[in-house]
Structures are given as C-alpha cells and as structure tokens.
C-alpha cells in the first residue's frame, strides 16, 4: 500500500523537495502535506510549485504553550490523514506526548553521526572535536531528542579548512541522498538499515 508522508519544515526546506521529487513511480509513499511552523519558510513555495497541499501552525502565539502548539499540529495533520510523518528541518522539539502518538511513524534527519552531537551546531561541535569525519543520520524519533533507532547513516571526510559552513553544505548534499533512500525502505516496511 502506498503511504501517505507528511513532511514538517522550518525552513528552506531542500530536504523536503528531495523526498518530494522522489516520491514517484514505484516509490512506496506520496507527500500528502507539507506544514510549516513558521509562515515565512522558503519550502512552503517550493511544495506548493509542486502541487503538494501546505499549512502553517505557527507556534509562536502559543508562546509557551507547547501542548496547544501541538494539538493544532494534531489537528491540521488528522486532516491529511497521514501514515508517517518526515521531520525536515523542523527546527520545534516535540514533547514525548506527540511523539509517543507518532512513535514508530516518524523520522528526522540530522545533521551529525548520531549519537555524536544531538541539537544544535553540528559542525561546529564535530571541527571543535578535530573529528576526521563528519555526517548526518536519518533516525526514527523518540521521546530522547536526537536519540531513536538509526535508519540511515552518510559520512563525509572533515578537509583541512573546514569551516561550520562548508562543512554543512558537504553534509547537506549527503542528507539530500540518504533521507529518500531511508524513506523508501520504512514505507515499505524494510527495517534494513543504510550506510553512504
Ligand atoms: C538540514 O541540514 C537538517 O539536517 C537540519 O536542518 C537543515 C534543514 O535544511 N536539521 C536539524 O538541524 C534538526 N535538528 P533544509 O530546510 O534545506 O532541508
């Protein structure tokens, strides 16, 4: 059965338009949504110009309020009835409650050889390290951020001169690779694991 992918974005979104453009032909899964929660995200574009439905649930008028933030992230998603959902960039930390409802259902990327630096400044963290190298991992999400089963793995070689941002951009071409590849084998119900 084809699944049906919703995909959260907070951002530029280039992750989001590489599982879309690759969800055709036999590929297990179709985009159903990509929702934002942010309205000023440069993806929300990009997935319109490819006919994929979009929303916004902007969290900040919640404030603090994390559980209404995600009971409108609930509400909007029941709509499009999705059976997984692809975290892209979605720069908003889920609590364990919305998680746990997903669990088994949603994936991230990240941009670092989990369990090496989980949260922010990947790169910066893996150069500080004098790490030779460096990567990004597509992983089921849990309530431990950063911290579910891996799915999928890219490794790239750390060159003398890195900086946080050309090390990002290397990564960031491997993350575009990986994470259809990953998606393709969890909607068909493959556990394999993938190493780049
Ligand atoms: C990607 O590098 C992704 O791995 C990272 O944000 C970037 C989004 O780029 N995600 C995280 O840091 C999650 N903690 P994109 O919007 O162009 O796909």
Known sequence: M???????ISGGGSNMV?????????????????????????????????DVPTAVVDHR???????????????VLAAHAPDIICLAGFMRVLTPDFVT???????????????KYPGLHTHARALEAGDAEAGCSVHE????????????QARVQVLPG????????????????????????FAAGDGGRIDL
């Open 141 to 152: 999400v849990t309530a431990e951020l950063d911290g579910g089963p891996i799915l999928g």
């Open 18 to 50: 590489r599982l879309v453009d690759s969800m055709t032909g036999d590929y297990p899964a179709r985009p159903c949504l990509v929702l934002a929660n942010d309205p000023g995200a440069g993806g929300l574009e990009k997935a319109a110009a490819r």
């Open 162 to 185: 890195d900086t946080a941002d050309s090390l990002a951009a290397r990564v960031l071409v491997q993350e575009h690779r990986l994470y259809p590849l990953v998606l393709r084998r």
């Open 61 to 75: 008028p919640f404030g603090a309020d994390r559980a209404g933030f995600e009971a409108e992230l609930t509400r």
């Open 101 to 115: 409802r997903w669990q088994g259902r949603m994936l991230n990327i990240h941009p670092s050889l989990l369990p």
């Open 2 to 8: 084809t699944k049906r992918v919703a995909i959260l």
